[in-house]
């Protein structure tokens, strides 16, 4: 199995003041990041920049978690990563997104957004895990 360890950076713990600081800023850059993206990519029949910020958010998700998995990355890189894109993943928007097509009686343009976005993003999420394996492994 595998055994948890306390997040540590060079010999101390990672929990204090500074470190939720950092979190917070990876977050809100995550973010601005999102807002950046889906301001360019107007929504039309299928909004595309949500589509675009939740997939990428989750390869990038895979990716630290890949890295960190086989320590090619340290926790508070894999951390950093998470939390950028904690803020630049918006599934919450999705849901609201889905409730307006429901609402308005387009119930398969709403049932295949949710289902495309949590299928495309488990996928990307086990493609950037697994890539990152082979490709830091070769």
Known sequence: GVA???PTFEGRRMIDGWWIAAQVLAGGLGAVTRFG???VVRPGAWSWGLFAVNAVGSFA???AAGAYSIQE????????VLAFSAGLT???TLTV???QHIERRELRVGAI???SH???GVALAALGYISTDLLLLA
């Open 4 to 6: 948890f360890r306390r």
């Open 37 to 39: 993206i889906m301001a």
């Open 61 to 63: 998700v895979g990716a």
């Open 73 to 80: 990355i340290e926790w508070p890189v894999a951390a950093l």
């Open 90 to 92: 918006t599934f919450s």
């Open 97 to 99: 997104t889905a409730a």
């Open 113 to 115: 957004l949710v289902t």
């Open 118 to 120: 949590v299928v495309v």
